[in-house]
């Protein structure tokens, strides 16, 4: 993985996983509740999941680290347990917040 690649999966599923939790990835973000998200709330929401997500807190984030959060990930879309996402749970997971579509 290049080092774009890695914050932005972080980011990304930081927002998908919280939006998850409550409702709506925008609620989430907003951390001052101005209505609107800023860079410095996306910046805190994207340092808070790398610490969460850097187990071991050495600093950086080994393959080990970022295969656990995907997983954990795949198991929110695979509903029916199956162990198999298909395009309606990835659809179903995008409308409630599971998984984030860009
Ligand atoms: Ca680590
Ligand atoms: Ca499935």
Redesign the pocket.
Known sequence: MNSYLIPSLIFTLAASSAAAQQGSAGRLLDLNGDGAVGRSELEQVARERFAATDADKDGVLSVDELLFLLLAKFDA??????????RR?VIQGAADGTFQIR
Not at 77 to 86: A, E, I, P, Q, R
């Open positions: 879309l695979d509903t029916d347990k199956d162990g198999l996402v298909t749970e």
